[in-house]
């Protein structure tokens, strides 16, 4: 995949460059279009860092308000990374409209390329951090605490080029690894941060180049391979391989259950949209509104439709291809349902009038 990858590269067309770029977390040029780009042997092209000035939002006391009460609320919110102005956003998981722009603001200088927000078993939340490696932990106030994962701090030994994150039942924290000492594999984590080993072995089962990890409770784990264009699925207790649950166009990246057992897929590339199975991995349907594209986070909304963060922005789409509505317009990354517990020890930190 990865030869081929490199011969098409060099053509220098758009979707091969955009494709380069998603794999990456960098961006991948058929120049240096600035100082920070190194050319890459692999990929024949250049990778580049952020060459645009990022954006930060200005406070706004009454979106944060919003979002801390739908986090404490029986319904719960939805946290959407914006990569490129590297801040977590808060949705309603209700309407699917935007509450916070800027909920957390993440460190500019110790943070890259990120995925996916999650909320620990403590209640803090973890980012998956692409193209620094590590996974950031921060307080729901925005404090940012450090590196959670790996303790002590990058190591590519362990992971490179991580993308989706999960915790399993007893608070570990899985990441899918692509690249480094450790890729194709889905890394395990305890409470601490410490690295116990691989939840699922490297390329056990098929597994080339990871997106997503998603929890079947007491059924089974999803994993999303982006170089072998397949969901696959492995054994919920011990990460043992099972099988293919579904192949895909080209390029899946997150996975998410809806109420009736379905699974729906968001496919980056190839024939790109949202896809859904049936719970057995038998398909359904891709959905693919005209002026859509690039598809990376899924969630399906209480009113059916469903919930998609792409490349171009966050967006409401219904089953028959439809756009419903469009919520952010900006680089989104993965969907992630929080709900904060009755007891919280953060609800009483947050004042809501």
């Not at 990865?2 to 040029?29: F, K, N, P, R």
């Not at 000035?53 to 029986?74: F, K, N, V, Y």
């Not at 859904?276 to 399906?300: A, L």
């Amino acid at each position: 995949m990865h030869v081929a990858m490199s011969v098409q590269a060099q053509s220098g067309s758009v979707a091969d460059l955009e494709q380069i770029s998603e794999m990456t977390g960098l961006t991948a040029s058929a120049e240096a279009v600035s100082p920070d780009c190194a050319f890459s042997d692999l990929y024949q092209v250049y990778l580049c860092g952020p060459t645009a000035q990022r954006q930060r939002a200005p406070a706004d006391p009454s979106a944060r308000a919003a979002a801390i009460s739908e986090l404490i609320g029986e319904d719960g919110a939805l946290f959407i990374p914006d990569s490129f102005n590297q801040r977590i956003m808060v949705f309603s998981a209700i309407t699917g409209d935007l509450l916070d722009q800027a909920f957390i603001e993440l460190d500019e200088v110790a943070t890259g390329t990120v995925i996916h927000a999650i909320l620990s078993s403590s209640e803090t939340v973890l980012i998956s951090d692409q193209t620094r490696n590590v996974v950031h932990e921060y307080r729901l106030d925005g404090e940012y605490l450090g590196v959670f994962a790996p303790a002590g701090g990058a190591d590519t030994a362990i992971m490179q080029n991580i993308r989706g994150i999960a915790l399993r039942p007893n608070g570990h924290l899985l990441v899918s690894v692509a690249g480094g000492g450790n890729a194709d594999s889905i890394a395990e984590f305890d409470l601490n941060g410490n690295f116990v080993g691989n939840f699922v072995g490297n390329a056990s089962g098929g597994l080339a180049s990871p997106f997503d990890v998603y929890e079947r409770p007491n059924v089974d784990w999803l994993v999303s391979s982006i170089n072998s264009n397949q969901v696959l699925n492995y054994q919920w207790a011990t990460g043992a391989p099972i099988g293919i649950f579904a192949p895909i166009s080209s390029f899946p990246q997150q996975i998410h259950e809806i109420g009736n057992g379905n699974i729906l897929v968001g496919n980056f590339s190839g024939t790109p949209g949202v896809y859904e199975f049936e719970s057995d991995g038998t398909p359904v349907g891709v959905y693919n509104p005209e002026g859509i594209s690039n598809y990376r986070g899924v969630f399906e909304l209480p009113n059916g439709n469903i919930l998609t963060a792409t490349s171009g922005g966050v967006f409401e789409i219904d089953r028959e291809g439809n756009l419903v509505e469009t919520k952010f317009t900006g680089q989104s990354r993965f969907i992630q349902f929080v709900a904060l517990r009755p007891d919280s020890v953060f609800a009483d930190r947050f004042e809501v009038d």
